[in-house]
């Protein structure tokens, strides 16, 4: 079992940056792979990026690819996430999620356990 918990989020102006962390607690965080997701007004829950346990192997939507990086640090049980030259349309409510697969997957069906999100706002 873990439980995640998202922080960063706020309210910024297209161009600027955010990063958001997620810190969890349980003692095997180690060994999940981590997700970002989001979930804009109107809209359904899409994925942001993962890596795996290692941080070794990383995947991003195509939308924030190269805009966002991922990263974790399994000592601190966190896992970032870097967002940069933001765009109104990253607007959404970011959710991080743990997966006890085995490799790095957008499918949302395919992590376990969710945070309860954090709300970014860009403004134009």
């Known amino acids: 079992q873990v439980q995640l918990v998202e922080s960063g989020g706020g309210l910024v102006q297209a161009g600027g940056s955010l990063r958001l962390s997620c810190a969890a607690s349980?003692?095997?965080?180690?060994?999940?792979?981590m997700g970002w997701f989001r979930q804009a007004p109107g809209k359904e829950r899409e994925f942001v990026a993962t890596?795996?346990?290692?941080?070794?192997?990383?995947l991003y939507a195509g939308s924030v690819k190269g805009r966002f990086t991922i990263s974790r640090d399994n000592a601190k049980k966190t896992v970032d996430l870097q967002m940069n030259s933001l765009k109104p349309e990253d607007t959404a409510v970011y959710y991080c999620a743990a997966d006890r697969g085995a490799i790095v997957s957008a499918r949302m069906s395919d992590y376990d356990y969710w945070g309860q999100g954090t709300q970014v706002t860009v403004s134009s």
């Open positions: 349980g003692r095997t965080f180690s060994t999940y792979i």
């Open positions: 890596i795996s346990w290692n941080g070794g192997s990383t």
